[in-house]
């Protein structure tokens, strides 16, 4: 039960499009279509931004996508705005009913 | 509303126990399977323990077996973990979370932090 490898921090300007990698195994997001993205402003909650890859609950802007190859899934924000600063976190069903969350990427917008 | 209220945290010392609570409401509780998440300070996620709608299925991860016990109770809309033989690594804000057939943690709770300390 190893921690998905992230970036620890990735940067861009406003408008400007940034993606967050998030690297595991064939036991974890290389074997199963169920990664999901979490946002986590400072002292609050997890807030889920994407699911099953590449779907967006409904509220979620549509500058948020997701997608994946291999062991490796991504977070792209397109059009990126100051709210969007905040820590994110990939997750993925690792079988068994258990589950695995990536190391944490903390988005700067400068 | 929907929501997950998280309750029971506080400073316990090394060794020591505590139950956490998870009340739910806003939605049909017994339908749906949950879990428990943890943050500590300044660090990332970890998934801590599973329990399905029936509490038939329960799941642990392995940094916590034999030590924590995932329950619930349908009837009053509650989840809970008794967390045992706490170690300095255990301390940690404490979240509830309701998933979505395995593939996903959809609600979320405010957490309730753990202070392990002498």
């Known amino acids: ?110 | 509303e929907v929501q997950l209220v998280e309750s029971g945290g506080g400073l316990v010392q090394p060794g020591g126990s505590l139950r956490l609570s998870c009340a739910a409401s806003g939605f049909t509780f017994s339908r749906y399977s949950m879990n428990w998440v943890r943050q500590a300070p300044g660090k990332g996620l970890e998934w801590v323990s599973y329990i399905t709608s029936s509490s038939s299925t329960i799941f642990y991860a392995d940094s916590v077996k034999g030590r924590f016990t995932i329950s619930r109770d349908n009837a009053k809309n509650s989840l809970f973990l008794q967390v045992s033989s706490l170690r300095d690594e255990d301390a940690a804000v404490y979240y509830c979370a309701r998933d979505q057939d395995l593939t996903f943690f959809d609600l979320w709770g405010q957490g309730t932090l753990v202070t392990v300390s002498s």
């Open chain 1, 1 to 110: 039960q190893s921690a998905l490898t992230q970036p620890r921090s990735v940067s861009g300007s406003p408008g400007q499009s940034v993606t967050i990698s998030c690297t595991g195994t064939s036991n974890d997001v290389g074997g199963y279509y169920y990664v999901s993205w979490y946002q986590q402003l400072p002292g609050k909650a997890p807030k889920l931004m994407i699911y099953d890859v590449s779907k967006r609950p409904s509220g979620v802007p549509d500058r948020f996508s997701g997608s994946k190859s291999a062991n490796t899934a991504s977070l792209t924000i397109s059009g990126l705005q100051v709210e969007d600063e905040a820590d994110y976190y990939c997750c993925s069903y690792a079988g068994s009913y258990t589950w695995v969350f990536g190391t944490g990427t903390k988005v700067t917008v400068l």
